[in-house]
Nanobody
Framework: QVQLVESGGGLVQAGGSLRLSCAASGSIFRINVMGWYRQAPGNQRELVSTITSGGKTNYADSVKGRFTVSRDNTKNTVYLQLNSLKPEDTAVYYC????????????????WGQGTQVTVSS
């Protein structure tokens, strides 16, 4: 089995910062893309940022210049640094990872974490 566990959410004032972490564990051969998504009440889940195993990053326009994604491949962990937070960043943040479980796996499977709440007060 594979498990993704997020941490680091919380309540912060506008302009503040948070750092989210997501650690993958279990039967893992290799992790390809890791990423963060978020879902606010009444909205669909949306992409925030992704990072490949080689470190190539991608960001939603709404977070460019404020959020930074990184990963530690030795720890199977992805991070999201959230700076200059705005009330509209309030959402549940979910970690996602495309994982090959064995060297013989034909394709990677996407796994999700349980989510961590980020609340930004004005």
């Amino acid at each position: 089995q594979v498990q993704l566990v997020e941490s680091g959410g919380g309540l912060v004032q506008a302009g503040g910062s948070l750092r989210l972490s997501c650690a993958a564990s279990g039967s893992i051969f290799r992790i390809n893309v890791m990423g963060w998504y978020r879902q606010a009440p009444g909205n669909q889940r949306e992409l925030v940022s992704t990072i490949t195993s080689g470190g190539k990053t991608n960001y939603a326009d709404s977070v460019k210049g404020r959020f930074t994604v990184s990963r530690d491949n030795t720890k199977n962990t992805v991070y999201l640094q959230l700076n200059s937070l705005k009330p509209e960043d309030t959402a549940v943040y979910y970690c996602n990872a495309d994982i090959l479980r064995t060297p013989h796996s034909a394709y990677a499977v996407g796994y999700w974490g349980q989510g961590t709440q980020v609340t930004v007060s004005s």
